[in-house]
C-alpha cells in the first residue's frame, strides 16, 4: 500500500511540476512569440517657446492704416481754430467737433488730415459734430 501511495504521489508530484513548468515557460517564452504592434511614425515638430506668433496677412495698406490710427490716437486731444479732435475709447473712433463756419472748417479738418499725413484713416473712423461755442473741456 505504502508502495501504490508513492506511485501515486509521485504521478501527482510530476504533473504538478510540468503545469508549473509549462506555466513558467508560457509565461518566460509566449512573450517572444508575440506579434508587436507597428507604430507610426511621429512627426517631429520645431521647438517652440510657447509664445503665440501674430499672423503676418496684413497687407501694406491695412499696416498703414493702423499707424496712422494709432498715431493720431497717441497725439490727442488737438484742438485748432477750426476744430477739436478726441478719441472715444468706448466708440473706437475719433470725435471730431467743428466750430463755425461748418463747411468751411470741416474742409479745413480734412485737409489737415492729409497734410498731417493721417490720410488713410477711414472716414468711418470719425465722428464729425457741429456745434456753436464747444470749447476741448465740454466735447464729451
Known amino acids: 500500500m505504502n508502495n501504490k501511495w ?3 504521489l509521485k504521478i501527482f508530484f510530476l504533473l504538478l511540476l ?3 513548468g509549462l506555466g513558467l515557460a508560457s509565461f518566460l517564452i509566449l512573450p517572444l512569440f508575440r506579434k508587436e504592434s507597428v507604430s507610426q511614425p ?3 515638430l520645431p521647438p517652440t517657446t510657447g509664445a503665440i506668433e501674430a499672423p503676418t496677412t496684413s497687407s501694406p495698406e491695412e499696416t498703414l492704416k493702423n499707424e496712422q490710427f494709432s498715431n ?3 497725439n490727442l486731444p488737438l484742438e485748432t481754430e477750426a476744430f477739436i479732435i478726441k478719441f472715444s475709447y468706448e466708440h473706437n473712433r475719433f470725435v471730431v467737433t ?3 463756419p461748418f463747411e468751411q472748417n470741416e474742409e479745413v479738418f480734412y485737409d489737415w488730415l492729409t497734410d498731417n499725413d493721417y490720410y488713410a484713416i ?3 473712423y470719425f465722428e464729425i459734430r457741429l456745434e456753436q461755442e464747444t470749447t476741448l473741456e465740454n466735447t464729451f
Open 72 to 74: 493720431l490716437k497717441d
Open 122 to 124: 477711414e472716414e468711418k
Open 6 to 8: 508513492s506511485i501515486k
Open 18 to 20: 510540468t503545469l508549473a
Open 42 to 44: 511621429v512627426a517631429s
Open 98 to 100: 467743428v466750430y463755425p
